[in-house]
């Protein structure tokens, strides 16, 4: 049989470059931009709106440009990216399919960090102080997942670690909310924690990007590390990796991501779960490929979400929060039903 024809046959996941892998990914995500641009509650011309930007104009479709597409496109792509690269980062720490921020109880320690700066008065002290609150939730409960669950801990240890620690934020979030000083701040609470880009400026994004981008490059740098992850951790510790620093790495790459993610969108769970399972088979099973991949999957999950829910004809809109629940609810079903059986 000919090298072609065996090429041919394989499965198209196996006959996909790496590099052909991401440039279709990036293409989809530059696509998926231009449609979040297009789509809103009023008709919009792009291209006059474009336009009148450009030439400095001061028109209404240059101001619903500027001020409300362009920051919730661009919150949506940080978002996703960071909630992507994370979940497979997660992965491959703890060499558990199902570890993810919004499953291992990430997302809602990180939340609750920001409803404490919420509730006492502190994100009004200075604009940084809200993503910071959610980055020490994140860090905190990414320690507790680690110390609970540990290297290669079992899926049912995983899940009972997830369950205690959002049951634990759960707790004090509802705390917070019940001695809430006035129902306006129950209310948008509330609002927050179902997780939105709507009414989102271009403040939000120059507040999140630098911490977000400093996680990416942590998080990714991990990439040979996690790879040898894999052959059992005394095999990457004779491959010269330093295993408590890669843990920290991976720990505090995770907190930045996830926490600066949840302060700006509040909580938006099972993109890191859905993303790194649905792409992994395309780079071969290898954790440290399969990071970059996933945090363009995630942008791109996470924008074609935020472009269906406001093609919906509901009003008020559905949370992004709410819509990524109903999917990936049904996809952690599936997961755990497939892991029952292999097992």
Not at 29 to 51: E, K, R, T
Not at 179 to 195: C, D, H, K, S
Request: proline share 5%; aromatic share 6%; with cysteine.
């Amino acid at each position: 049989m000919m090298a072609g024809e065996i090429i041919t046959r394989l499965p198209l996941h196996e006959r996909v470059s790496y590099g052909v892998l991401v440039t279709y990914l990036a293409l989809l995500l530059a696509v998926l931009a231009a449609g979040s641009l297009s789509v809103g509650y009023a008709p919009l011309d792009l291209h006059q709106a474009a336009s009148d930007v450009l030439h400095g104009e001061s028109s209404l479709g240059a101001l619903v440009l500027v001020e409300l597409r362009i920051p919730r496109m661009v919150l949506g792509a940080l978002v996703g990216f960071s909630l992507g690269v994370a979940g497979a980062a997660m992965q491959g720490l703890l060499r558990n399919p199902l570890a993810e921020p919004g499953i291992t109880g990430v997302s809602g320690m990180a939340a609750l960090g920001a409803v404490i700066v919420f509730y006492f008065g502190f994100a009004e002290t200075a604009p940084l102080v809200l993503p910071l609150g959610g980055i020490a939730g994140a860090a905190v409960a990414t320690f507790m997942l680690y110390g609970i669950a540990g290297q290669g801990a079992g899926t049912m240890t995983l899940i009972l670690a997830g369950v205690a620690i959002n049951s634990f934020a759960g707790a004090l979030t509802s705390l917070a909310l019940n001695l809430a000083p006035n129902p306006y701040a129950v209310t948008e609470i509330v609002y927050w924690l179902l997780g939105s880009l709507a009414d989102r400026s271009l403040q939000y994004v120059y507040l999140v990007l630098p911490l977000m981008v400093i996680g990416w490059i942590m998080l990714i740098m991990t990439g040979p590390a996690l790879d040898s992850l894999t052959l059992g951790e005394d095999t990457a510790a004779s491959m010269g990796f330093n295993l408590p620093r890669l843990r920290m790495q991976l720990i505090a790459g995770t907190a930045l991501c996830v926490g600066s993610a949840v302060a700006v969108t509040g909580a938006i769970a099972f993109v890191g779960l859905v993303v790194p399972h649905l792409l992994r088979p395309w780079v071969r099973q290898q954790p440290g490929k399969l990071l970059l991949v996933s945090g363009l999957g995630g942008a791109v999950l996470t924008l074609m979400a935020d472009v269906a829910v406001r093609s919906l004809p509901i009003r008020p809109e559905l949370k992004l929060g709410v819509v990524m629940a109903i999917i990936g609810a049904p996809f952690l079903f599936s997961l755990i039903w497939r892991l029952r059986s292999e097992a």
